[in-house]
């Protein structure tokens, strides 16, 4: 599989296979380490009033980040031939714990999350994700560890 | 306030005021401990095969039991006699830090969150929370560390 | 291996063959959940005038009863004939992740964690622990994701 | 209170105030971030063959680093008259909860652990910590939340 199939596989894991992603609006934003992004709008806040993400949001998309950024790992290392090995690898990734940091007020228009693998293995990966605003502003961290 | 007006305010407060809640249909259950609840449906699933709750809504519903335990417990214990001083608590309250440990596929009809208060403080409240599904199978614990 | 033979062989793993846990006086109590406890001295204190145990001894304690617990586990559902069987699941036994609450300080004069496997799995096991004093008090909550 | 006498009074805090970091032979090592660091030696380690550090001295030596670096940003922001003055801001900084996820087993001869606080404030403060051995290996994360 080459640069590109990658990429569109890993999009349309993100965006069409998982439905709560979906309602959600999660976005894959190509590049590396893996990004996914969501944009705000009034369902997705907490508190009306400051227009904050909810930190339910903020969980979601750290892990999603994460449990990606381990299937895209298993993409650039393994000799993936169809989307039927992705698919039978990505039901084997759960999710055993995840912490979440909340820094600050989950405050603007469009939040991307990161997320890195700190801890590969073959039965167990830590991957650590953070989440920014368009402005930069690092709003949450996430550590997650992975059953693979 | 008496306890019905208290479980009238702490119902509105989960329903209806925080938007994200009530895009996923999040209920409050009068009891004690703090009790909420999720009914399955398609949009929230993180795998549409086996139609498991994605862990998303699972982070979610656990970090609104916590948080809705402290503001329960700020009912019973203050003399909060009007909409107004509940308000001004809610926005005080927020999440600092969270962990899930997810224990079993999120399987089920509908889902039930409770939390209860291990550490109060002036400055930091611990809360652990429990995710059972209708037949009562334990599916997630989480741990919330709230400024209060 | 009858019980009494898997009590004495707890013991010793948890008294004598980890140097760490002999330089703090970590011993085994025979039961069910899996025990491990600890005599206040002055050298193990965080804080001298308050004499309270030293964050770092509790989540030492914890971990510990963690990580037998997993043993115990294993000496009970698995025909262990030898100790070399047993040596050799003991170096796969490896701490992931631990999470530690401090509730209240750690004050008293003997302490004792005890823990329990919530999560069973091939590749991944999680523990809760906790931590009281001799009067009974929960001072410490624990959560470790080990692999097996 | 120049550099030098605040150099001083947080390797004095370090090393000689807390009982058990002096057990373990914890040093304080000027610089900034904060760090600390401790030598590998027999009694210290969780198995006897490979020499590993037990998995509490690493939870100990990030819960030292992340408490001191509340300590060290307390001197570097107030007017501290005195020891006086920071024996009391010592005694009100309490770990509410640490997570240490190891990455890689404690080999080495030395360890150092740094920590930096990610989220200030007046009530709670969160820091993330980082073990590395002597070559520079990243063996271990922390992330502690306290009271301050």
Do not use: C, W
């Not at 979601?60 to 790992?73: E, Q, R, S, Y």
């Not at 990161?114 to 550590?143: F, Q, S, W």
Request: net charge negative; aromatic share 4%; glycine share 8%.
């Amino acid at each position: 599989m080459n640069e590109t199939e990658k990429e569109a596989l890993l999009q349309m894991v993100i965006e069409q296979f998982i439905p709560f992603n979906q309602m959600l609006g999660i976005r894959y934003v190509p590049g590396n380490p893996l990004l996914v992004s969501i944009e705000n709008r009034p369902e997705l806040v907490g508190n009306e009033r400051r227009k904050m993400l909810h930190g339910g949001v903020i969980a979601t998309l750290l892990d999603v980040a994460g449990g990606m950024a381990i299937l895209k790992n298993f993409l650039d290392t393994n000799d993936v031939h169809s989307r039927a090995d992705m698919a039978e690898k990505m039901v084997r990734v759960a999710t055993i714990d995840l912490r979440v940091d909340y820094l600050r007020p989950g405050i603007g228009e469009r939040f991307t999350a990161k997320a890195e693998i700190i801890r590969p293995g073959k039965r167990v990966t830590v991957t650590r994700m953070e989440l920014h605003n368009e402005e930069d502003v690092l709003l949450a961290l996430g550590t997650g560890t992975y059953a693979v």
